[in-house]
């Protein structure tokens, strides 16, 4: 719209002050204006909460801005779990992705199955997946790598592989002492990170008890050592107690110090998502690493 106004090819309507007059309505037009006048700088557009998306990208497209339009997008994908914009924006937060990063769904347990074979069937040969887990108490996490899935393949190495948490705002590297075991691609296995292992969904993950996850926590790098103690002291997130959980997404995409504790066991899966984008550039990750043996 604007292109065309100063092109020529559309003619402006004037008002009676001879400013241009455009018939649309003026409440998200300041959202227009702030995002123009920040396209060229070195500063990146944030999208207020309170804004109502859905309005504001149908005049994003009217004036034919595509760089909003990608943006207001980018919190729009077919999540269950993640079903609002502000646990979408924690996640891109968390795993540091661009805000222009795309997801589409590829797979969802509860409508693709919950067996390894379903997953891998969804899954397979396709690179940059992330998958996203969560437990009957509400508690999130899961993994990202840039391996593709192979049902033929027992291990993959991945130096940019990485697992998180969203209820602890963080993000580690698969242990360091299994580089070569990244990613388990056992046909039999559902998403696993880590020769540990540090995530791993098993076949049928919905009625078996095999599950497992090592929750990981936050540490300033220079009180490591002296805070050891109260980590083991820890009370996690993740419910000893509960017999069940569930892992609920999986994306894939085209685009501190950190300390390990706690291995959950006995988790059963209640949902499984994928996505896929080409557009993700992600930024290497500097991270100290402890093991609690």
């Known amino acids: 719209m604007f292109e065309s106004l100063v092109d020529g090819f559309v003619k402006p309507k004037y008002d009676e002050n001879k400013a241009i007059f455009i018939d649309r309505n003026p409440k998200y037009f300041g959202c227009?204006?702030?995002y123009l006048r920040m396209a060229n700088t070195d500063f990146e557009y944030e999208l207020a909460s309170s804004i109502d998306k859905n309005e504001l990208l149908k005049e994003a497209k009217f004036y034919n801005i595509q760089g909003l339009v990608d943006l207001i997008e980018t919190y729009f994908f077919d999540s269950i779990i993640l079903n609002t914009e502000d646990s979408r924006k924690n996640l891109f937060k968390i795993c540091e992705f661009p805000s222009k990063t795309r997801l589409n769904l590829l797979?969802?347990?509860?409508t693709d199955g919950f067996s390894a074979q379903n997953f891998h069937s969804k899954c397979d040969h396709l690179k940059?997946?992330?998958t996203i887990i969560k437990t009957t108490g509400n508690y999130i996490f899961g993994g990202y790598t840039e391996q593709s899935w192979d049902g033929n393949v027992k291990w993959k190495d991945d130096p940019n592989a990485f697992i998180f948490s969203?209820?602890?705002c963080i993000k580690a590297k698969v242990n360091p002492l299994y580089l070569s075991n990244a990613i388990c691609c056992y046909s039999h296995y559902?998403?696993?990170f880590g020769g540990g292992h540090d995530i791993y969904i098993s076949n049928d993950s919905n009625s078996s008890n095999q599950n497992q996850i090592i929750e990981i926590a936050v540490i300033d790098e220079e009180k490591c050592l002296?805070?050891?103690e109260p980590i083991e002291n820890h009370v996690p997130t993740v419910n000893r107690a509960s017999s069940t959980a569930s892992v609920s997404s999986i994306y894939s995409f085209q685009d501190q110090c950190l300390f390990y504790f706690s291995c959950f066991k006995y988790l059963v899966i209640e949902d499984m998502e994928r996505?896929?984008?080409?557009?993700?550039l992600h930024k290497n990750l500097k991270l100290i690493w402890l093991r609690k043996t």
């Open 32 to 34: 227009i204006l702030d």
């Open 107 to 110: 797979y969802r347990a509860t």
């Open 128 to 130: 940059k997946t992330l």
């Open 166 to 168: 969203i209820n602890n």
């Open 190 to 192: 559902g998403p696993t």
């Open 226 to 228: 002296s805070q050891l």
């Open 275 to 280: 996505f896929i984008s080409e557009n993700l």
